[in-house]
């Protein structure tokens, strides 16, 4: 009789389990749509206008959307110097920013960086490096909508000044955004467990 009782607690788990599962991943679903929502759809964004002015801009991520706006604002009188992240030197891919990064503009100061590590911890670590050499108390980062709330929170633990977040105007298909909800999740995760810049 002990056995007919184990063997049919056993087939009560075994049936309840995947149900436990599913439930628990229904939440985490949910946890991840609503927070990453307001995290990576809806993140807060400063303004920048022609009025704007900053030190520096730093473009991140090595991509173009992001380095070309940052020119645009510099073209526009917003700042003097544009930052630009290339962390992928050889890699042809990115030859639209290995190009930027080979100009001589005239209109502002150029810098071109490969970041150590190439991650947004490294480009921040760059940022916190060039404004405490050259006294910036004013700057702007330019990421994707997807990266602007993570990125706020790396960039500030290398930067103590006046920190603006700006979006990148780019289009971002459905299908990136899921991959991006995953790779933002997992990103602040690692934040979580890094300390300092």
Same mark, same amino acid.
């Given at each position: 009789?002990?056995?007919? /009782?184990?063997?049919?607690?056993? @087939?009560?788990?075994?049936?309840?389990?995947?149900?436990?599962?599913?439930?628990? /991943?229904?939440? +985490?679903?949910?946890? !991840?749509?609503? =927070?990453?929502?307001?995290?990576?759809?809806?993140?807060?964004?400063?303004?920048?206008?022609?009025? @704007?002015?900053?030190?520096?801009? /730093?473009?991140?991520?090595?991509?173009?959307? @992001?380095?070309?706006? $940052?020119?645009? /604002?510099?073209?526009?009188?917003? *700042?003097?110097?544009?930052?630009?992240?290339?962390?992928?030197?050889?890699?042809? $891919?990115?030859?639209?920013?290995?190009? +930027?990064?080979?100009?001589?503009?005239?209109?502002?100061?150029? !810098?071109?960086?490969?970041?150590?590590?190439?991650? #947004?911890?490294?480009?921040?670590?760059?940022? =916190?490096?060039?404004?405490?050499?050259? =006294?910036?108390?004013?700057?702007?980062?330019?990421?994707?909508?997807?990266? !602007?709330?993570?990125?706020? #929170?790396?960039?500030?633990?290398?930067?103590?000044?006046?920190? +603006?977040?700006?979006?990148?105007?780019?289009? !971002?298909?459905?299908?990136?955004?899921?991959?991006?909800?995953?790779?933002? *999740? +997992?990103?602040?995760?690692?934040?979580?467990?890094?300390?300092?810049?």
């Amino acid at each position: 009789m002990a056995d007919d /009782l184990r063997g049919a607690s056993i @087939t009560f788990v075994t049936r309840r389990w995947p149900r436990r599962v599913a439930v628990a /991943l229904l939440v +985490l679903g949910l946890v !991840i749509g609503i =927070g990453g929502g307001r995290l990576y759809s809806f993140p807060k964004v400063d303004p920048v206008d022609d009025t @704007t002015r900053v030190d520096a801009i /730093l473009a991140l991520g090595g991509r173009t959307e @992001t380095a070309t706006y $940052a020119v645009s /604002l510099a073209e526009k009188g917003v *700042t003097p110097v544009v930052l630009i992240s290339d962390p992928y030197p050889q890699e042809p $891919a990115f030859q639209p920013i290995h190009d +930027l990064c080979a100009s001589h503009p005239t209109a502002y100061q150029l !810098i071109c960086f490969d970041p150590d590590p190439r991650t #947004t911890r490294g480009e921040a670590r760059e940022l =916190g490096r060039l404004a405490a050499e050259h =006294g910036w108390n004013r700057v702007a980062v330019v990421a994707a909508k997807y990266h !602007i709330s993570r990125s706020r #929170t790396i960039v500030k633990r290398c930067y103590s000044g006046h920190l +603006l977040m700006v979006e990148a105007p780019m289009k !971002i298909v459905p299908v990136n955004w899921s991959y991006q909800y995953v790779r933002q *999740t +997992l990103g602040y995760l690692k934040v979580a467990f890094q300390r300092g810049c």
